[in-house]
């Protein structure tokens, strides 16, 4: 077995704990459908955003 190379070692693991990310990588497409069963109204609704906003 060969012997400890610390420089080497500690090279390795910042090189496998860096992480590129490229835009291929973003997911700019989405499919799908969303519903929404709400008895509240658009103005009930807007005032909860509005509320969790702030």
């Given at each position: 077995?060969?012997?400890?190379?610390e420089v080497e070692y500690e090279r390795r693991e910042r090189k496998n704990s860096e992480v590129e990310v490229s835009d291929?990588?973003?997911?700019?497409?989405?499919r799908g459908e969303v519903e929404y069963d709400s008895d509240e109204s658009t103005e009930e609704l807007l005032d909860q955003f509005k509320a969790i906003n702030s």
């Open positions: 077995m060969g012997a400890f190379d291929d990588d973003r997911r700019t497409e989405y």
